[in-house]
């Protein structure tokens, strides 16, 4: 039996029988190669390693199997036997101050156990080989690949310039369930500068010269691959193959990240400006979670952890670091990143543009990490109003839009659409069309009117007929006059599925009244002035024809060629409507006059079928249908009949009948112009004009050859009065049969 006793003269002899051992292991270590061996109870392995003078090195060993007890150690024996450590498993920069051969003695730790174990020497500074497929060195923006684990230990070495920042992404691609890679990084004299990292951001690096980075297994217990990115913040870096390590206000850049690798990209900014910046996964590993962080011009982080972060201010002129990377470092896929100034200037997509003016539709691609900027010119308090349409494109595609201010402050952010936005000051907008979640991509279209604003102007009685839908809003200008009422309609002429138009209707001052709108009755214009209609898809998910008209209640309104806006007596008119048109007849009447009314279907689409209202003077809805037989009105003054489709979806002819009993009395008549009657009991109503003063009312059953030999009789007054006429009504056991009014 073999016995090594620490510290006692005879020990120098025990070990020199190390090379009678088993041939399975071998008595000389190099730096950078990893020993196998077997080892326990009374057993040690000697290691045999030729030091240069004054060298650092790092040693490691542990168990890769054994006996539940089994625990391997090393001591660590200077040129002369000299104990420099005992009963190690990991030693960090122990120093050989003398060139020799020092010792490394293997063995269980309490000698009561046996099992398997690695064990490795690197130096710290200096060279050591490298495990076979990999690198020992690495330079800015390159990420290397490893297999590393239990007693292994991957040291890289990289060259600084000194003063300068670095960040370090290590990434576990896969192994064991205890496999849990770590690196620590040390100075020019191997010296540690942080340990135990599996990212650090922002390293300083002082002195110029090689700096080591030292890849393991955190608790040396298992093994697995890796994947390692060290980058310069600030400072140039490699870019991957495809890629590009530059990113320009506007553009959009692609690439491939994850585990450990990071994408730097650089940015030039002339200071004192804000930007935004969108980045998107755009597929890979279930787990994978691209993020960013951005450097200022020395390499400090200003924001980190990012997918998508608004107006962030850059104060300094100078090139600024955007690192993209997986955000836990646990998988892989693809991104889209795209920068913008705000405000700035931007390049726009191939195809688009990057300006719009009031009124103007525009078209675009958008998604992933994409950012569509549009410049708007604003005077100074003016209100407008956009709409964003989704006009295709994946699942998960939702385009929306902020607004930002002349400094770049968002005013609004996330919108579909945006109603009576107020631009208090005179600038220029910018308006940022994106996917709403980064996650998917399509086409949209983009509309902005001023409201107020340049319109078409539409007088009343008019129909108009357009197209519209997604992004497009139609704005219509109508001068209202104060206290006035109109009718808006709105009608659907055809179009997609989804096609569902309705109008906002906006004060002069462009104040939102009502919207969402297909049919506004008798709607009461307060004010003066050039009121907006806006004419658009109600979700703008579709498209298609519609027509709009207006009419005044209480007013002039324009007649369609052909046809009458006005009846009188007995009359039978023909017209054509249908859509949003409506036919106007105006009457007079005299409170008492009996109407007789009867419309008649005379051709045209399946779905038509016209009806007609009957307004009062102040546009009250007396009655409406397709017959009136005998309806009495109420009140002197003049009445409409209005004449449209039942439900606005479709047109064709007509034939209206009108008859009007008594009617208003001829034009030019005298006061006592006297008319009778019947009413719905078969009673005799007389009428004349209160304007006929001093007069009295007589009456006769029947009138003789000679008007001197017919018996008139006095009816005697007070007479009933009501809306500017006297009323007198006969029952109907009366036999008079003739009126007239005489004037003693």
Not at 45 to 62: G, K
Not at 154 to 168: H, K, L, M
Not at 431 to 455: H, K, N, Q, W
């Amino acid at each position: 039996m073999r016995k090594y006793i620490r510290g006692v003269v005879w020990s120098v002899a025990v070990l020199c029988l190390a090379g009678e051992r088993s041939q399975a292991a071998t008595n000389d270590i190099i730096a950078g190669v990893t020993q196998a061996g077997t080892v326990g109870f009374s057993e040690f392995d000697v290691y045999r390693y030729l030091a240069a003078p004054v060298e650092r090195v790092t040693v490691l060993v542990t168990s890769t199997g054994g006996g539940l007890s089994f625990n391997p150690v090393f001591d660590l024996l200077s040129t002369n036997g000299t104990i420099l450590k005992a009963d190690q498993t990991f030693t960090r920069g122990i120093v050989f101050t003398n060139a020799g051969l020092y010792q490394i003695i293997v063995r269980d730790g309490g000698a009561d156990d046996s099992g398997d174990y690695q064990v490795t020497l690197i130096r710290t500074p200096g060279a050591n080989l490298v495990d076979a497929g990999e690198t020992n060195s690495i330079v800015a923006g390159q990420t290397v690949s490893g297999d590393v684990g239990w007693a292994d230990l991957d040291v890289y070495q990289y060259v600084s310039q000194g003063n300068e920042r670095v960040t370090i992404s290590l990434a576990n691609k896969g192994g064991g369930l205890s496999f849990n890679p770590v690196f620590d990084v040390l100075n020019t004299n191997g010296v540690p500068l942080v340990t135990d990292q599996s990212f650090f951001r922002s390293l300083t690096m002082t002195n110029a010269g090689v700096y080591q980075i030292v890849v393991r297994d955190a608790d040396a217990f298992d093994s697995g691959s890796y994947d390692m990115t060290l980058i310069r913040t600030p400072g140039s870096n490699l870019a991957d193959d495809g890629e590009t390590n530059t990113v320009f206000a506007g553009r959009t850049v692609s690439g491939d990240i994850g585990w450990g690798d990071l994408d730097v990209y650089q940015y030039v900014s002339q200071g004192n400006e804000r930007v935004t910046i969108s980045l998107a996964n755009k597929g890979g590993g279930l787990s994978f979670n691209p993020v960013f962080d951005v450097l200022d011009t020395n390499g400090a982080p200003l924001v980190t952890d990012q997918s998508f972060f608004r107006s962030l201010g850059l104060s300094n002129a100078g090139v600024y670091q955007i690192v993209v990377r997986d955000g836990d470092a646990f998988d892989s896929g693809s991104y889209d990143m795209t920068l913008i100034r705000t405000p700035g200037s931007n390049l726009a997509d191939d195809g688009e543009t990057n300006r719009i003016t009031s009124g103007q539709t525009v078209s675009g691609d958008i998604g992933w990490g994409d950012l569509d900027v549009y410049t708007y010119t604003s005077a100074a308090n003016e209100r407008v109003t956009i709409n964003l349409a989704n006009t295709g494109g994946g699942l998960s595609f939702n385009p929306v839009f902020d607004v930002l201010d002349t400094s770049g402050v968002p005013l609004v952010t996330n919108q579909l659409f945006a109603r009576d936005l107020v631009l208090s000051d005179a600038g220029l907008y910018q308006i940022l069309v994106r996917d709403g979640d980064a996650f998917d991509s399509g086409t949209y279209e983009m509309t902005l009117v001023r409201t107020p604003g340049p319109t078409n102007n539409l007088a009343a009685g008019q129909v108009v007929d357009g197209d519209t839908g997604w992004g497009d809003l139609d704005v219509y200008g109508y001068s209202g006059v104060a206290n006035e009422r109109v009718t808006i309609t709105l009608a659907n002429k055809g179009g997609g599925l989804s096609f569902n138009p309705v109008f906002d209707l906006l004060a002069p001052d462009g104040t939102v009244l009502v919207t969402d709108q297909t049919l506004l009755r008798q709607f009461t214009l307060t004010g003066s002035g050039v009121y907006q209609i806006l004419v658009r898809d109600g979700d703008s998910f579709d498209a298609g024809a519609y027509e709009l008209s207006v009419i005044r209640t209480d007013g002039p309104n324009l007649v369609d060629e052909g046809e009458t806006n006005s009846l009188s007596g007995t009359q039978t008119v023909s017209g054509n409507t249908g859509w949003a048109d409506w036919d106007l007849y105006d009457f007079a009447a005299v409170a008492g006059d009996a109407l007789f009314v009867s419309l008649n279907n005379a051709g045209g689409g399946l779905s038509f079928s016209p009806i007609f209202e009957i307004w009062d003077s102040d546009g009250s809805l007396l009655t409406s249908g397709t017959s009136a037989r005998r309806y009495y009105l109420s009140k002197t003054g003049r009445y409409r009949i209005a004449v449209h489709d039942s439900d606005f979806f479709d047109s064709g002819a007509y034939s209206l009948t009108f008859s009007q009993i008594p009617g208003p009395p001829p034009p030019g008549s005298a006061p006592q112009y006297v008319q009778a009657f019947t009413s719905s009991n078969n009673s005799v109503v007389v009428r004349w004009s209160t304007n006929a003063a001093g007069f009295r009312l007589q009456a006769a059953r029947d009138l003789a050859q000679s008007s001197a030999e017919t018996i008139w009789s006095d009816i005697a007054g007070p007479y009933f009065s009501y809306e500017k006429y006297h009323f007198h009504t006969n029952s109907v056991g009366l036999p008079m049969r003739f009126f007239r009014l005489i004037k003693p």
